[in-house]
């Protein structure tokens, strides 16, 4: 891997992006900047995170950085030929290109919402990458999830009552952005998408669940609590006390004495 010099990195990215319109010549002159990037001596899962289903380049993050700067430059005002260029790159089963698939997908206005949810549909697969999957949830959703959320919420709805596990559970990772956004006023629709299906969930998304109740909770404590005491009033399944006892240190005093009590009540009452 040659060191980066950024005067040159520039000059390459910039030779690459001339190959536009053509998305499949920038493909191809793309992998030639990846390849040429390429850091042969990393392994993958030596930095702790878990390995990637997709064979990765690794090549530096300022690389792929300069890459998304100067493509989001020239195709911020060309929605179709970015959304063209996500296809292309989104066929090569390569880490790093659909990472900058991704993020060509979230750059794109979402008056129209039917080209994004298209993608989204077709490429959220629960057997793909979890960190690809949970990137596309985050950042190439990020202008539906922002300009067009009641369109996002009823795909989500739609995964959540399909009766695979696996959809399922992309559904509630696809909730998480909602609720990580710190100025979201969404929470009352994740509540609404979540309290009737709370107790019918299966044992495999607990995990899951947890997480997403654990962002509820530090986003809006009080609120969580409620909702997980009406939780153990609607349902006795064991699979709700224990997200109750496992949220309970994320809770002020009073809410969590209240949901100690409704969690005593529940186990006297099974």
Do not use: C
């Amino acid at each position: 891997m040659p060191a980066i010099q950024p005067a040159r990195l520039k000059r390459e990215v910039a030779r690459l992006v001339g190959s536009l319109p053509d998305s499949r010549a920038f493909v191809r002159a793309l992998e030639n900047v990846l390849e040429r990037y390429a850091d042969r001596t990393y392994r993958p899962g030596q930095s702790g995170d878990p390995a990637p289903l997709l064979p990765a380049y690794n090549v530096p993050k300022p690389v792929l950085r300069q890459i998304r700067h100067t493509l989001t430059a020239h195709l911020q005002q060309d929605p179709q030929l970015a959304l063209q260029l996500a296809d292309r790159l989104w066929e090569k089963p390569i880490l790093e290109t659909r990472r900058l698939a991704i993020h060509l997908l979230g750059m794109i206005p979402a008056s129209d919402p039917a080209p994004i949810l298209h993608r989204l549909q077709s490429w959220a697969n629960p057997k793909e990458d979890a960190q690809l999957m949970d990137e596309l949830f985050h950042t190439g959703l990020a202008r539906l999830r922002q300009e067009n959320r009641d369109t996002l919420l009823e795909q989500i709805e739609d995964w959540m009552d399909t009766p695979e596990p696996a959809t399922q559970i992309q559904a509630i990772r696809a909730l998480l952005p909602f609720v990580q956004n710190p100025n979201t006023d969404d929470l009352p629709g994740v509540f609404g998408l979540l309290s009737s299906r709370l107790a019918h969930f299966p044992a495999e998304a607990l995990p899951y669940l947890l997480e997403l109740i654990h962002a509820l909770a530090k986003h809006s404590p009080h609120e969580t609590a409620h909702f997980i005491r009406q939780a153990l009033v609607v349902s006795e399944k064991p699979e709700i006390s224990w997200l109750a006892r496992n949220t309970l240190r994320l809770l002020p005093e009073t809410s969590r004495e209240r949901l100690r009590a409704a969690l005593r009540s529940s186990t006297r009452s099974e």
